[in-house]
């Protein structure tokens, strides 16, 4: 199985640097999105929502507008990984291709496209997630405090 876990590209192409983050801010959130961030994502798609739940806030306002499913508050969130973790299993692909990024202060943010081959209700998929994510530092750590994703269409599913 050749696993290529959550290989961040894209980044020297779009350096995304904004007028008031330093360079800390954004290097710094930059290292969590590619450990923790990424982790949990893979977890994730192997059954595991634990990591996830380390990702994401617990505290108001958290919103999901997922490719799939919804949530407007933490615990619905929560709810939403339990469900998706049921679902997925045998991740053997997943990549990330970071379009955009930037940190300020206690907020970022990510423009990402999440390429993945995994079982989803027993049935192996591909898919393509377009993704934006906004995220809060809280207590010195990053979580993630909104999420939209949909499914890229291909050529071929256009009008």
């Not at 995304?16 to 801010?25: F, H, I, S, V, Y």
């Not at 990984?81 to 997943?94: G, I, K, N, P, V």
């Not at 081959?117 to 049935?123: M, P």
């Amino acid at each position: 199985m050749n696993l290529n876990v959550f290989a961040v590209a894209g980044l020297a192409r779009h350096p995304c640097r904004g007028l008031n983050a330093t360079m800390g801010d954004r290097d710094e959130f930059l290292r969590w999105f590619d450990t923790a961030w990424r982790d949990a994502e893979v977890a994730l798609h192997n059954g595991d929502a634990g990591p996830r739940f380390e990702t994401w806030s617990e505290r108001a306002p958290v919103t999901l507008f997922g490719a799939w499913r919804n949530a407007e508050d933490p615990a619905g969130a929560r709810e939403v990984f339990r469900e998706l973790a049921q679902a997925f299993s045998q991740a053997t692909s997943s990549e990330v291709e970071l379009i955009a990024a930037d940190a300020s202060g206690d907020l970022a943010y990510t423009v990402q496209r999440e390429i993945t081959s995994t079982i989803v209700n027993g049935e192996p998929r591909q898919y393509v997630l377009r993704v934006t994510q906004v995220y809060r530092r809280e207590d010195g750590n990053w979580k993630v405090v909104h999420r939209h994703g949909d499914e890229e269409l291909g050529a071929d599913k256009g009008p």
